[in-house]
């Protein structure tokens, strides 16, 4: 099983979540808020190589902590992941829109400068900023749009820059999502949850109820659930190794 976007340090109990992760072999990666939380996933987490830990820091956030981006860009010598990071466009962030940008391409050349990075991004309602970003940086790493809300022109579009796309059951849960789902590159999709954010039925998911996604793609590609598992293995494989 895969949870490619996951806030482990967020759960109530973090440390029970993580010995279920290692009981059930699962691959995660834990994206961090800020490079604070970075350092203190890296203490839980400790030497399991099936959980990667993704340094940080949310555009939600930018506004009281942007001056922690160069602990961020200072991380990436010890991760190849960045995570969460990008654009929020939503009315309560707009304010600070400007500064989330100024780090965003910070954080984007620190990348460049350090040979790419596996990037997951957060888009909403910025996703045509947020692509405007990726064009302009040059050779960030591999971007990965977790949660994609965009349309399905600028599916296109981020497909184009090279990007992947993390999908998890509570975006599957809408007609958009996984209309935008059906028509994603299967070649760059993996499994994501967003836990403990992202919910189903009320309740937070957890990082196995990843494969709730499995049986959507399956039915969206028209593909047997075994194809699709395996095709979810190969794509991480050719990511992070």
Same mark, same amino acid.
């Given at each position: 099983m895969i949870d490619f976007h996951c806030h482990l340090d967020l759960y109530p109990e973090p440390a029970k979540v993580v010995a279920e992760v290692a009981k059930r072999g699962m691959y995660v990666l834990a994206v961090t808020t800020t490079p604070r939380a970075f350092e203190g996933n890296l203490r839980f987490v /400790?030497?399991? *190589?099936?959980?990667?830990?993704?340094?940080?820091?949310?555009?939600?956030?930018?506004g009281e902590r942007h001056a922690e981006v160069g602990l961020v860009c200072a991380a990436l010598l010890r991760t190849r992941y960045v995570g969460e990071v990008g654009l929020d466009g939503s009315p309560q962030h707009w304010g600070t829109f400007a500064t989330q940008r100024n780090v965003l391409r910070t954080i984007f050349k620190a990348c460049c400068d350090q040979g790419g990075r596996v990037i997951s991004l957060h888009s909403r309602m910025a996703v045509q900023a947020v692509l405007d970003e990726i064009e302009q940086a040059g050779p960030i790493g591999t971007p990965v749009m977790?949660?994609?809300?965009?349309?399905?022109?600028?599916?296109?579009?981020?497909?184009?820059?090279?990007?992947?796309?993390?999908?998890?059951?509570?975006?599957?849960?809408?007609?958009? /999502?996984?209309?935008?789902?059906?028509?994603?590159?299967?070649? *760059?999709?993996?499994?994501?949850?967003? /836990?403990?954010?992202?919910?189903?039925?009320?309740?937070?998911?957890?990082?196995?109820?990843?494969?709730?996604?499995?049986?959507?793609?399956?039915d969206l590609w028209d593909m047997p659930l075994s194809a699709v598992e395996a095709l979810m293995s190969d794509n991480l494989r050719r990511l992070v190794i």
């Open positions: /400790g030497s399991n *190589r099936r959980i990667r830990v993704a340094v940080g820091l949310h555009p939600e956030l930018v977790h949660w994609f809300g965009g349309t399905p022109d600028e599916m296109v579009r981020a497909s184009g820059l090279g990007c992947w796309f993390s999908v998890g059951p509570a975006m599957l849960n809408s007609k958009k /999502g996984r209309l935008l789902a059906a028509g994603m590159p299967r070649d *760059r999709v993996l499994p994501e949850t967003d /836990g403990p954010f992202g919910q189903s039925r009320g309740k937070p998911l957890t990082p196995w109820d990843c494969e709730l996604v499995i049986p959507i793609l399956a």
